[in-house]
């Protein structure tokens, strides 16, 4: 049998092939099945809850474990590991850090609460929480999937989630993209499950997710904007009380969520000056100058006025139009998609690992998978909700390719793919298995067959053997890197130990609040002195600069660190680490280095403002070379 080690999902995709072929000769030969009677629907309602929440359990466990072989000494790297180290020294102490608005406050808000429930400093928060949030994945990709195939499928690919390379890569990062990959999936499962049964629970539940969505990323917008308009497709109008409960049910989470992000109103910038950021950055790296004018905005709009949509603004609802019409312009300078697709169509086959599988049939595949939502139910209301759920993942794909390929980008629509691959299998097989039996005049049961249950065995083999090998790879880059110092400060602190945070981002507060009192400097925006040491200190004392977290860029900071490093005062543990071996007296940083000769005092006669002269004339300084 055809069977792939490194490419998992390749092999299930061919394994739920061959089920689903010897799911059509069971159909063929059991001829009837008889209709599913309320209490057989009963049941099944409860195995997909206890399935649920034994993949949720399972799940966490099973990505803490993960993360344990990947970053054992819980190192906290990514690519936007320094912003998001700030977010939760703010949601947890308060403190203000200047040039944060690109994200929202929600992942750091709920690390924040945890980490003062377990005792974890916040960057250890932020871990927990962003694993926690890939934990729980296969249970929601689960909840999907059982809307598009049958259960033994939707279990299969449930399982295999996590041992996804792409998934894999998240481990070990302080980063709130697998926390709205898991609100967006939810909202997809919850939106189908709408679509297909408008029950109030289903509404609900969507409103929801997409509430608590909206609260944590300014992306939510693509989501909220095709789910709400096909929730009112689908709502069962020929009832009309039904109809407005279950909108009512969808709407009042949304509503609730817009205001409570009104009423706080945290620093935010718009999702277009986000997006025009980035693909700004993205256009310079091939000799394009982008302006705001090239988006259609009136010339010379100012830096952050590029757009109005915040969620909970009011303005955001006016401007929507305006929003819209800046997504859907591409400049025509614009580098174009050519020069990048390869490396999109390389990345989804390294992160999901499908090399085996044609790239011809990864739409086609898709499509048919979502219309797998039109089984057992209303077709119009399952075809609008195949739509929807093809909307939003196609949508995040074609977002993420105005771009170089970034994972972090399109992590929430390529977790759903292998899922809609497989529905695409079946649905495939089972529809053309089903025009034939109509042509040769056989009956086609409506009930599926047992066909498919062997696979969550196959899937739950994969997922034993996970690839250590990378993982421990990820461990050693982790241990080598220059804020693995930093860590193992981080794990010898003591209660009375003083750690000074020099850093414009607070990222040395989200590292060691919790293990040490956390002094925090005055750092000015245009670079060093600091002063430091107002209070007094029990213990020993530890003065952290931003070079311990990014290279340092200005020559002013570079200066400092190499004259602090040559301070017989500080010992140097790191970049832009030492410890201050006179821990009871004020320090700046950088250091006065002492002259070999000291001034004299001035002389009695001397006028208060004079300068003093020394009593000897300096020594010369020593030849050039």
């Given at each position: 049998?055809?069977?792939?080690?490194?490419?998992?999902?390749?092999t299930?995709?061919?394994?739920?092939?061959?089920?689903?072929?010897?799911?059509?000769?069971?159909r063929?030969?059991?001829?009837?099945?008889?209709?599913?009677?309320?209490?057989?629907?009963?049941?099944?309602?409860?195995?997909?809850?206890?399935?649920?929440?034994?993949?949720?359990?399972?799940?966490?466990q099973?990505?803490?474990?993960?993360?344990?072989?990947?970053?054992?000494?819980?190192?906290?790297?990514?690519?936007?590991?320094?912003?998001?180290?700030?977010?939760?020294?703010?949601?947890?102490t308060?403190?203000?850090?200047?040039?944060?608005?690109?994200?929202?406050?929600?992942?750091?808000?709920?690390?924040?609460?945890?980490?003062?429930?377990?005792?974890?400093?916040?960057?250890?928060?932020?871990?927990?929480?962003?694993?926690?949030?890939?934990?729980?994945?296969?249970?929601?990709?689960?909840?999907?999937?059982?809307?598009?195939?049958?259960?033994?499928?939707a279990?299969?690919?449930?399982?295999?989630?996590?041992t996804?390379?792409?998934?894999?890569?998240?481990?070990?990062?302080?980063?709130?993209?697998?926390?709205?990959?898991?609100?967006?999936?939810?909202?997809?499962?919850?939106?189908?499950?709408?679509?297909?049964?408008?029950?109030?629970?289903?509404?609900?539940?969507?409103?929801?997710?997409?509430?608590?969505?909206?609260?944590?990323?300014?992306?939510?917008?693509?989501?909220?904007?095709?789910?709400?308009?096909?929730?009112?497709?689908?709502?069962?109008?020929?009832?009309?009380?039904?109809a407005?409960?279950?909108?009512?049910?969808?709407?009042?989470?949304?509503?609730?969520?817009?205001?409570?992000?009104?009423?706080l109103?945290?620093?935010?910038?718009?999702?277009?000056?986000?997006?025009?950021?980035?693909?700004?950055?993205?256009?310079?790296?091939?000799?394009?100058?982008?302006?705001?004018?090239?988006?259609?905005?009136?010339?010379?709009?100012?830096?952050f006025?590029?757009?109005?949509?915040?969620?909970?603004?009011?303005?955001?609802?006016?401007?929507?139009?305006?929003?819209?019409?800046?997504?859907?312009?591409r400049?025509?300078?614009?580098?174009?998609?050519e020069?990048?697709?390869?490396?999109?169509?390389?990345?989804?086959?390294?992160?999901?690992?499908?090399?085996?599988?044609?790239?011809?049939?990864w739409?086609?595949?898709?499509?048919?998978?979502?219309?797998?939502?039109?089984?057992?139910?209303?077709?119009?209301?399952?075809?609008?909700?195949?739509?929807?759920?093809?909307?939003?993942?196609?949508?995040?794909?074609?977002g993420?390719?105005?771009?170089?390929?970034?994972?972090?980008?399109?992590?929430a629509?390529?977790?759903?793919?292998?899922?809609?691959?497989?529905?695409?299998?079946?649905?495939?097989?089972?529809?053309?298995?089903?025009?034939?039996?109509?042509?040769?005049?056989?009956?086609?049961?409506?009930?599926?067959?047992?066909?498919?249950?062997?696979?969550?065995?196959?899937?739950?083999?994969?997922?034993?053997?996970?690839?250590?090998?990378?993982?421990?790879?990820?461990?050693?880059?982790?241990?080598?890197?220059?804020?693995?110092?930093?860590?193992?400060?981080?794990?010898?602190?003591?209660?009375?130990?003083?750690?000074?945070?020099?850093?414009?981002?607070?990222?040395?507060?989200?590292?060691?609040?919790?293990?040490?009192?956390?002094?925090?400097?005055?750092?000015?925006?245009?670079?060093?002195?600091?002063?430091?040491?107002?209070?007094?200190?029990?213990?020993?004392?530890?003065?952290?600069?931003?070079?311990?977290?990014?290279?340092?860029?200005?020559?002013?900071?570079?200066?400092?660190l190499?004259?602090?490093?040559?301070?017989?005062?500080?010992?140097?543990?790191?970049?832009?680490?030492?410890?201050?071996?006179?821990?009871?007296?004020?320090?700046?940083?950088?250091?006065?280095?002492?002259?070999?000769?000291?001034?004299?005092?001035?002389?009695?006669?001397?006028?208060?403002?004079?300068?003093?002269?020394?009593?000897?004339?300096?020594?010369s300084?020593?030849?050039?070379?």
């Amino acid at each position: 049998m055809p069977f792939f080690r490194n490419e998992p999902v390749t092999t299930l995709l061919v394994w739920a092939l061959l089920a689903a072929l010897i799911d059509v000769l069971v159909r063929l030969v059991r001829r009837r099945a008889p209709p599913e009677d309320a209490l057989t629907q009963g049941g099944l309602i409860f195995v997909d809850l206890a399935a649920m929440v034994g993949l949720g359990v399972w799940g966490v466990q099973e990505a803490s474990r993960l993360h344990e072989l990947a970053n054992p000494a819980w190192t906290p790297l990514g690519q936007d590991s320094p912003e998001f180290l700030s977010m939760l020294a703010v949601a947890a102490t308060g403190v203000e850090v200047p040039g944060l608005g690109y994200r929202y406050p929600l992942y750091p808000m709920i690390s924040a609460a945890y980490g003062a429930w377990r005792g974890l400093s916040p960057a250890e928060a932020g871990l927990a929480v962003s694993t926690m949030a890939l934990g729980l994945l296969p249970a929601a990709l689960y909840h999907l999937g059982v809307q598009l195939a049958p259960r033994g499928v939707a279990l299969a690919m449930a399982l295999l989630s996590l041992t996804s390379p792409l998934v894999l890569s998240f481990l070990g990062q302080p980063t709130d993209y697998p926390l709205c990959a898991l609100l967006q999936l939810s909202a997809c499962a919850w939106g189908l499950s709408w679509a297909r049964r408008p029950e109030p629970h289903a509404a609900l539940g969507l409103g929801l997710c997409l509430g608590i969505l909206g609260l944590a990323t300014p992306k939510a917008l693509l989501a909220l904007g095709v789910w709400l308009l096909g929730a009112v497709l689908v709502a069962p109008w020929r009832t009309p009380w039904r109809a407005l409960l279950g909108l009512s049910l969808l709407l009042s989470p949304v509503v609730g969520a817009w205001t409570l992000m009104a009423r706080l109103d945290p620093p935010r910038h718009s999702l277009e000056h986000a997006v025009f950021v980035v693909e700004r950055a993205y256009a310079s790296q091939h000799g394009v100058a982008l302006t705001a004018a090239d988006y259609g905005l009136p010339p010379g709009t100012p830096e952050f006025g590029e757009g109005h949509y915040r969620f909970g603004d009011p303005a955001a609802l006016a401007h929507l139009p305006d929003t819209l019409r800046f997504f859907t312009t591409r400049p025509p300078t614009y580098p174009p998609l050519e020069d990048r697709l390869d490396a999109h169509k390389a990345g989804m086959v390294a992160e999901l690992g499908v090399g085996q599988l044609p790239e011809a049939l990864w739409l086609p595949l898709m499509v048919v998978g979502a219309l797998g939502a039109c089984r057992g139910g209303g077709r119009w209301r399952g075809l609008v909700g195949a739509a929807c759920l093809l909307g939003v993942v196609g949508g995040g794909l074609l977002g993420a390719l105005r771009v170089e390929h970034t994972p972090r980008y399109v992590l929430a629509s390529l977790v759903m793919l292998p899922s809609l691959w497989a529905a695409g299998v079946v649905t495939f097989t089972s529809g053309l298995a089903s025009l034939v039996a109509r042509r040769l005049g056989a009956e086609w049961p409506s009930r599926p067959a047992l066909g498919s249950l062997g696979l969550p065995l196959m899937a739950f083999a994969f997922a034993q053997e996970p690839p250590t090998e990378g993982l421990r790879a990820e461990a050693a880059r982790r241990a080598a890197h220059p804020v693995s110092a930093l860590v193992a400060l981080r794990d010898q602190l003591q209660p009375d130990d003083v750690v000074v945070d020099g850093t414009l981002s607070r990222a040395a507060t989200a590292m060691f609040l919790g293990r040490a009192r956390i002094e925090q400097a005055v750092v000015p925006t245009a670079g060093p002195p600091v002063h430091y040491g107002d209070e007094p200190v029990g213990g020993r004392r530890f003065v952290v600069v931003g070079c311990a977290f990014t290279p340092c860029q200005q020559p002013a900071w570079r200066v400092a660190l190499h004259q602090t490093d040559r301070s017989p005062r500080m010992r140097r543990l790191a970049d832009g680490l030492w410890e201050d071996l006179r821990p009871q007296e004020p320090g700046v940083i950088p250091p006065p280095i002492p002259s070999a000769v000291t001034p004299a005092a001035p002389p009695a006669t001397s006028p208060p403002d004079a300068p003093a002269r020394p009593a000897t004339p300096p020594a010369s300084p020593p030849p050039g070379p």
